[in-house]
């Protein structure tokens, strides 16, 4: 499957564990402030604690910390003593030399150190060993305090399962006496897996659980959507949906087993030898009895009940119970009421493979028997799929297929599509091995690949349906049976309409081209409702004649043939063709009929289709709740039809949308990670993944937000062009380059949008664009790079051409619209909304109560529809305007207004650009202070030449600010105001540390958001 692909050994970026991370930022950070802190961090072997360690080490290095560590070796039990310790000094020596080390000692000597580590010469001899020993932890103590005293240090024992008596007693008396240890971090790993009961690390890990200032993490296997990044990232590309559903079922999400099997280069291979030995090491350490049992039960699969293992192997309970006991306290067996499972899915398949090969044929045969003996021995509709899965292994074929067969027709009963795709797949795979097939199943081949086809797209596995459907066409005679053939057809083109390629037309043309006219038959209805489907998702299409003609045109057919399925799709098409004004009277009207019209058919695909349909009106035209509303209905109702991946994913963005626009991103963040976890078609993946940047946005995670932009484009390179993907991308990623500082990345994101795309017949999504396009050209934001400037003129005048021609249809797309003008006002006016250096009056044209008025305009529209986020942001605009104009109480009010909006949101970015506005204006935004008030003695800020000492920074600062802003280094900046590079970077520090912020980008951005520079 992968053969031949070159693949990185390991990933190079850390997939996931942010949280973790931040919690080690959190536990550093406060061991500086003087509380002792110590981590200690439990997985099982592979997870990736090494790994997560390593990245926080250099991540702190980074930040000036000085790294300390040291692993526990395997042998170490009698062999080496301390030898993390050991490992840590040697290293140390290395930075400081035996005599740098010794200076930190008292008496400068580090003789006791000498016991560790033969460079220190002799050790003390004196007294008796456990006073000996005393000393020795004294002084460790001590050149740890002397390395804290200089800067934080990060101290790193790994592997501590391994740990001799002699580490854990110098660990534990470390970890207990860390008050002594001001700006010392420790961070202990162990593999929980090898905490046998009776482990000697057990005890120590109780006991230092007790210790107030020790935080126990559990790290767990990474979750599905952090699996396939993780594939993604050793692969180097997009690994595919079966290619990742299979490591996914194999790994579970451990890394280790994920980069062993892709470095098989074939998944479908057995497992690679050190993996193997890895895994069954633990089985091998149990009772002759024990391992014959787990042998048996690989065959058995993933859960295994007893009563089934019972009837397998002829034992009674007490018997089972007794062997499976060791087994479950190895950690190989994982056990609850009525069976077990293998504590990972890799131990039973590393077992199987070491099972004779005559061995496991018959133990599949006897696990079929049984089942089909008592089915009630596996969880009920579950008999057949375990028998065609046994019979299959055992190398009976014939059984195989029939109850393939039988198991496919019970998943559909069940509406269990991707089991009934599996099993149709496997009928399919045995087909020519079987002589005979079509009789014993008493169905002809190509029904199983029409069934196969419907089944794959409901399923979402639309490339194999694809397959499906071709294969079935390369076996039907198409003059003979062309409504066959035609249908097969229109299945096919959707299936590449719903990949998002470009390819689909073709097959619904040569589709609607074969069906015959007369007599009007469903067939016919349903390739003209995909027809107008498709005209209608033609980039420029919906207000195209030929689709309202088509649409109307299957819903005559549909109901001339007596197809109320196909009426109610047609229906729903029809709707879209509807234009979207007012309340939206007469598309609803005919969603709702559609709806009537499916629900007495009980044809759920179009019941479906009217709510993800209905949802995105609303949602389009600012009616966010009932979007909600209707979409969670949806959802519902997609998983009880057992297209929770497919419909429920579109369902899920339908819902996740209005969530974010309501400021309700909590809620949304959890809609958006149970639908990803489904691992849904990409399309919708995309769309989960630009809300999801949207809030890492807002929130100022500016890293997950450059995340997703950068998995969207990957997934969106392949595909056509749709507006509902591109343009909100294309929103996203200006919105992201200028937080990061980069305008003239997010000039030219703006730029490219405009030339490719014909943005004037997507209103919806074109306001957005233009709203952050303004963004990007505002005078501040180029930071006076005079080429950018030019550019940004050119821009400006580009979309303010195409504001003119846009049609703002509803209130949503009205207050981007109003966000527009204000924002395209404000940088005519360009004056400064307090006044910066530059002075009053350096703006011109606009009159500031014209903007301010504008803002409030922007501000209000958003209100009424509910969103506070742009609410807030407007908000900040126009309390800046009215504080420019000298207008306190007012800008007072404003200011707090957005300050409660955004701290609800809990929008740190513009949070924080409102407190320091406030705080440049000198306005308190803590309600009870009245509003403008000031300081005595504060000077008019209209009035100061300069906003200094606003925003807490001095003249200086300021200056050195300036200079960020315009993308300086510390030596350019040193050399333009006469001053040391270190005396630059320690303004640098300062003023980071007063603007909040952590990076000199993100210092950057801010200046420019507040356009602090603006000439
Ligand atoms: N979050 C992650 N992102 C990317 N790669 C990872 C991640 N976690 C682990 N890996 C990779 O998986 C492999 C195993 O991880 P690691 O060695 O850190 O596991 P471990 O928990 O320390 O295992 P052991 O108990 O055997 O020491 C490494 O190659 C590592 O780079
Ligand atoms: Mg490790």
Redesign the pocket.
């Known amino acids: 499957m992968l053969a031949g692909v070159a693949m990185r050994v390991?990933?190079p970026v850390?997939?996931?564990?942010s949280g973790q991370l931040s919690l080690l930022d959190t536990a550093l950070a406060e061991s500086g402030r003087g509380s002792p802190s110590a981590v200690l961090v439990g997985?099982e072997?592979?997870?990736?604690?090494?790994?997560?360690v390593s990245d926080f080490a250099e991540r702190s290095r980074g930040q000036g910390a000085r790294v300390l560590a040291g692993g526990c070796l395997e042998l170490g039990v009698d062999g080496l003593p301390f030898a993390p310790f050991t490992a840590m000094l040697r290293e140390l020596v290395r930075d400081l030399g035996p005599d740098g080390i010794a200076a930190l000692l008292p008496g400068g000597t580090a003789r006791e150190l000498a016991r560790l580590l033969p460079e220190f010469g002799e050790p003390a001899g004196t007294g008796d060993a456990g006073e000996a020993r005393a000393r020795l932890f004294e002084q460790v103590l001590v050149l740890l305090e002397q390395l804290a005293d200089a800067g934080p240090v990060v101290l790193v024992i790994e592997?501590t399962h391994w740990a001799d008596r002699s580490t854990r007693d110098l660990l534990a008396f470390l970890i207990r006496n860390q008050r002594a240890l001001d700006g010392l971090l420790i961070v202990v790993?162990y593999?929980s897996d090898e905490l046998h009961r009776s482990h000697p690390l057990r005890p120590l890990l109780a006991e230092l659980d007790r210790v107030g200032w020790v935080t126990r993490m559990d790290l767990g296997r990474?979750s599905r959507p952090d699996t396939g990044e993780?594939v993604a990232r050793l692969l180097g590309h997009d690994p595919g949906e079966d290619v990742l559903e299979t490591v996914y079922r194999r790994t579970e999400g451990n890394?280790?087993f994920v980069?062993a099997l892709l470095g098989e280069g074939e998944l479908g291979s057995g497992l690679p030898e050190s993996l193997r030995d890895l895994l069954v090491a633990g089985v091998r350490r149990l009772p002759d009895e024990t391992q014959e049992l787990v042998r048996v039960a690989s065959a058995a699969g993933e859960r295994v009940g007893y009563a089934l293992l019972a009837a397998v192997t002829g034992q009674d309970n007490a018997g089972l119970a007794r062997a499976l006991r060791p087994a479950v306290a190895a950690n190989v067996l994982l056990t609850d009421a009525d069976g077990f499972m293998f504590r990972h899915a890799l131990i039973r398949e590393a077992m199987h493979d070491e099972l004779l090969p005559g061995e496991g044929g018959q133990l599949h045969s006897r696990f079929a028997e049984a089942i089909g003996a008592d089915p009630a021995l596996v969880p009920p509709g579950r008999a057949a799929a375990e028998q065609a899965h046994h019979w299959y292994a055992a190398h009976d074929m014939t059984r195989a297929l029939t109850s393939a067969w039988q198991a496919a027709e019970e998943s559909s009963h069940a509406l269990a599509h991707a089991e009934q795709l599996a099993m149709l797949s496997r009928v399919l795979e045995l087909w020519e091995q079987v002589p005979g097939a079509e009789q014993r199943i008493g169905t002809g081949k190509v029904e199983v690949l029409e069934t196969a086809t419907r089944a794959a797209e409901l399923a979402g596995e639309f490339d194999r349906g694809i397959t499906f459907a071709r294969a079935a066409l390369r076996q039907i005679d198409i003059v003979a049976d062309p409504i066959r053939a035609a249908l097969l057809l229109e299945i096919s083109g959707h299936l590449k309409y719903q990949l998002g390629g470009d390819d689909y037309a073709a097959d619904l043309r040569e589709a609607a081209r074969l069906v015959p006219v007369d007599p009007p038959t469903p067939a016919r209805a349903r390739v003209l409702e995909a027809l107008a489907h498709d005209i209608h998702h033609r980039p420029g299409g919906w207000d195209d004649a030929e689709f309202r003609a088509h649409a109307e045109e299957a819903v005559a057919v549909a109901r001339q043939a007596g197809d109320p399925a196909t009426e109610a799709a047609a229906l729903v098409t029809l709707a879209c063709a509807e234009p979207l004004t007012g309340n939206m009277e007469r598309p609803r009207a005919l969603l709702a009929e559609a709806r009537a019209v499916a629900v007495r058919a009980n044809a759920y695909q179009p019941l479906l289709r009217v709510a993800i349909t209905e949802s995105d009106m609303l949602e389009g035209m600012g009616q966010h709740e009932l979007a909600a509303t209707v979409a969670r209905a949806g959802i519902a109702a997609a998983r009880d039809y057992g297209l929770a991946r497919t419909s429920g994913a579109v369902l899920a963005v339908n819902l996740a949308e209005p969530l974010v626009s309501l400021g309700r991103w909590d809620e949304a963040g959890e809609v958006i990670e149970r639908a990803l976890q489904l691992l849904p078609p990409r399309l919708s993946r995309s769309s989960l993944w630009r809300l999801a940047g949207d809030m890492a946005l807002a929130r100022g995670d500016l890293d997950t937000a450059a995340d997703c932009v950068t998995s969207i484009r990957a997934t969106l390179d392949h595909t056509r062009y749709k507006d509902e993907h591109q343009l909100p991308l294309a929103r996203l990623e200006t919105e992201l380059r200028l937080a990061q500082a980069r305008p003239a990345d997010a000039l030219a994101v703006v730029e490219d949008t405009l030339d490719r795309f014909d943005l004037l017949r997507s209103p919806r999504y074109t306001w957005p664009l233009l709203a952050a396009g303004a963004l990007a050209c505002a005078p501040g934001a180029t930071a006076g790079d005079r080429a950018l400037l030019t550019r940004t003129a050119a821009l400006r005048d580009r979309l303010r051409t195409a504001a003119g021609k846009l049609a703002a249809e509803g209130p949503a797309q009205q207050a981007h619209q109003r966000t527009f003008a204000a924002e395209v006002m404000s940088a005519d006016g360009s004056s400064p909304a307090v006044p910066g250096p530059a002075g009053p009056g350096a703006g011109h044209g606009t009159h500031p109560g014209g903007i301010r008025a504008a803002w409030d305009d922007a501000a209000q529209a958003w209100e009424a529809v509910a969103q506070p986020y742009p609410q807030a942001a407007a908000l900040l605009r126009t309390a800046e305007a009215a504080l420019s104009a000298g207008d306190r109480d007012e800008g007072a009010t404003r200011l707090r207004g957005a300050a409660t909006l955004a701290q609800e949101l809990g929008a740190h970015p513009l949070s924080r650009d409102i407190a320091l506005v406030a705080r440049r204006a000198r306005v308190s935004l803590s309600p009870e202070s009245k509003p403008g008030e000031r300081p005595a003695g504060a000077g008019s800020t209209a009035q100061s030449p300069r906003p200094e000492p606003a925003l807490g920074l001095t003249a200086r600062e300021y200056d050195v600010l300036r200079l960020i802003a315009a993308g300086h280094s510390n030596r350019e900046i040193a050399s333009e105001l006469f001053i040391s590079v270190k005396t630059a970077s320690v303004h640098v520090s300062n003023i980071l540390g007063k603007l909040g912020v952590t990076s000199r980008g993100e210092a950057a951005a801010t200046a420019h958001r507040l356009r602090l520079f603006t000439s």
């Open positions: 390991s990933s850390l997939v996931g564990r997985g072997a592979g997870v990736g604690k090494s790994r997560l592997d790993t593999r990474l993780l890394p280790l980069e």
